[in-house]
């Protein structure tokens, strides 16, 4: 059996002296030495069987300052839960003891008995005996705090559990098709006045990104499919591009083949390119248009290009109604290469 003694009375006595020096002029304080060190021997006494009544659990008390540890968490509260810094001095003797001692059951309850004990002498002593500072109250507000935040991490880390969390979006790849010429867009109507020279040409992304809605129109073959790879390829270097072909179209809104690549996206970060509305079975194209209408008037930042040959195509007329996309303001465009110009 092992009694505290000289040795364990001269680690508490280190512990005052040093780790707890402002507190030696006080005659509550020397009480308070003295009732930690007889509850030590006390304890020490009805479990001299097990861990704590080894040098080795003295040692790690006197190198690692278990009890200063403990009377400063009282002393000078952190936001800290208690059951949490208990499980901290717990852990960390655990981790030392074990690595030369072989630990019981037995000793794993004395060793968090014996945490205990000081950490609640201690909460004694200061909200009993001592009003300086009110340290007691300010060590229960300190822990009322830390419960709290405990909690609302706690709801925090549920709600997010709760919340379905947004798919990462991954941009669709669109490379630039090989081994052919830049598209240029050139206005329908001077096409059809002859007037498709280079000053009349302009880049299709700029057209797209200036006007917002586009139709390019053009005979079957005269490579509308290919500047609409380019265009994506380009486009998709600072948005989310989609290109659809619309003889895949079977009556979705808009928002629907949206979702189906880029689920639950800014519409301002798609640039939606619609290939081949007179591909559109006959029964769906005017909902398509309908539908492109409807969301366009929603969502007018979002660029928007439709493709078409020129025969399914209805020109508004003079005072600008009766156009098949009368919401698009930009005139009609169509795609020629830079040997065209």
Same mark, same amino acid.
């Given at each position: ?22 507190? $030696? ?5 020397? #009480? ?40 400063? %968490? ?27 001692? =072989? ?8 060793? $968090? ?32 705090? =830390? ?23 991954? #941009? ?24 498709? %020279? ?41 948005? %989310? ?47 398509? =248009?309908?539908?492109?209408?409807? %969301? ?38 169509? =795609? ?6």
């Amino acid at each position: 059996m092992m009694i505290i003694g000289d040795v364990l009375e001269k680690v508490i006595q280190t512990v005052f002296d040093n780790g707890l020096s402002w507190l $030696k002029e006080e005659n509550e304080f020397r #009480k308070f030495k003295n009732e930690i060190k007889n509850w030590c021997n006390d304890y020490i006494t009805r479990n001299e069987t097990t861990i704590v009544a080894s040098s080795a659990f003295i040692e790690y008390i006197k190198h690692y300052n278990l009890i200063g540890k403990i009377i400063n %968490f009282v002393r000078c509260p952190a936001e800290q839960l208690e059951e949490l810094f208990i499980q901290e001095c717990y852990d960390r003797t655990v981790e030392i003891l074990k690595e030369e001692n =072989a630990l019981t059951q037995e000793d794993h309850r004395c060793i $968090k008995e014996f945490i205990c004990g000081i950490l609640q002498q201690t909460k004694l002593f200061y909200e009993n005996k001592v009003s300086t500072d009110n340290t007691a109250n300010l060590y229960y507000d300190k822990q009322e705090l =830390a419960e709290i935040r405990a909690a609302n991490k706690n709801i925090h880390e549920n709600m997010e559990r709760l919340t379905p969390k947004k798919p990462i979006l991954v #941009k669709k790849e669109y490379p630039y098709p090989q081994n052919t010429i830049e598209r240029k867009f050139v206005r329908y109507k001077d096409i059809q006045e002859g007037l498709y %020279f280079s000053l009349r040409s302009e880049s299709m992304l700029e057209v797209c990104l200036k006007e917002k809605h586009v139709v390019l129109l053009g005979e079957a073959g005269c490579g509308k499919s290919v500047a609409l790879d380019q265009l994506a390829s380009m486009a998709s270097n600072s948005y %989310f591009t989609l290109l659809y072909n619309l003889n895949n179209y079977t009556g979705e809104t808009i928002d629907q083949i949206i979702d189906k690549i880029y689920n639950d996206i800014d519409k301002t970060k798609v640039f939606l390119i619609f290939d081949g509305y007179d591909e559109i079975e006959e029964v769906n194209r005017n909902g398509f =248009a309908r539908k492109l209408a409807g %969301f366009v008037s929603i969502n007018s930042d979002t660029v928007v290009l439709v493709s078409s040959r020129n025969n399914f195509y209805k020109f508004a007329d003079d005072e600008g109604r009766g156009g098949l996309f009368d919401s698009f303001k930009a005139p009609p465009h169509n =795609a020629v290469d830079e040997r065209s110009c």
